[in-house]
């Protein structure tokens, strides 16, 4: 087993560019679920999914998009990218939709995007 | 908002040594876990524990949570420099079974 594999792992762009950041995991997690970490403010949730074709928002969701077309994928875009988004990103997945708190969650090794 | 916030920010001890971090939190949750991130890596789960739970052991780790305190302490005993990462609690955000939220995380260095 992967796990959860992020792509890419590094990214400049520059404002107003878009992209995507992919997720992938292999465990047939029903729950999954973008972060960004940026320094002195932890982990801050963006979106998450409770399996294919739902998703909702988190604590900053705004200028970003997600959708989830399968089980083990869940992408995330920036559809115009702004300075203030430069940061890691890091993606989670984890088994059941129930009681997600009762749960471990499995992460990637994080992209680090950084906008110009 | 943040839920949990740790405490120290910033901890460096000698190997050897035991290291206790402490995660406080804002409204009443029904689980707290902690977490390990290595410099570059992505958060590594270590303890999860219940509210109606006390204590926990995971190995050297040893995890307390004091609900009316609205507090969690993490001990490592017997550190290694291994052991030197950052650490983060995370719960269930009041009213939601589908977020958790982090703390801002203590960044422990042990010295060889």
């Known amino acids: 087993n992967a796990g959860v594999t992020q792509t890419p792992k590094f990214q400049v762009l520059k404002t107003g560019q878009s992209m995507t950041l992919q997720c992938a995991q292999d465990?047939?997690?029903?729950?999954m679920s973008w972060y960004r970490q940026d320094p002195g403010m932890g982990l801050r949730l963006i979106h998450y999914?409770?399996?294919?074709?739902?998703?909702d928002q988190g604590e900053v969701p705004n200028g970003y998009n997600v959708s989830r077309s399968t089980t083990e994928d869940f992408p995330l875009r920036l559809l115009s990218a702004a300075p203030s988004q430069t940061s890691v990103y890091f993606c989670?997945?984890?088994?059941?939709?129930?009681?997600?708190?009762?749960?471990?969650?499995?992460f990637g090794d994080g992209t680090r995007l950084s906008i110009l | 908002s943040q839920q949990g916030e740790e405490d120290p920010q910033a901890l460096s001890i000698q190997e050897g040594e035991n290291a206790t971090m402490n995660c406080s939190y804002k409204?009443?949750?029904?689980?707290l876990q902690w977490y390990r991130q290595n410099s570059g890596r992505g958060l590594v789960h270590l303890i999860l524990?219940?509210?109606?739970?006390r204590e926990k052991h995971s190995g050297r780790l040893r995890v307390t949570l004091d609900t009316s305190k609205k507090s969690s302490s993490l001990l490592i005993t017997a550190s290694r420099a291994a052991d030197t990462a950052s650490y983060f609690c995370?719960?269930?955000?009041?009213?939601?079974?589908?977020?958790?939220?982090f703390g801002k995380g203590t960044l422990l260095t042990v010295n060889p």
């Open positions: 995370a719960t269930d955000s009041g009213g939601s079974n589908y977020k958790l939220t």
């Open positions: 465990m047939n997690h029903e729950y």
């Open positions: 999914s409770v399996g294919a074709g739902i998703t």
């Open positions: 409204t009443s949750i029904n689980n």
């Open positions: 989670a997945s984890s088994y059941s939709i129930i009681g997600v708190g009762a749960q471990p969650q499995h």
């Open positions: 524990i219940r509210s109606n739970e």
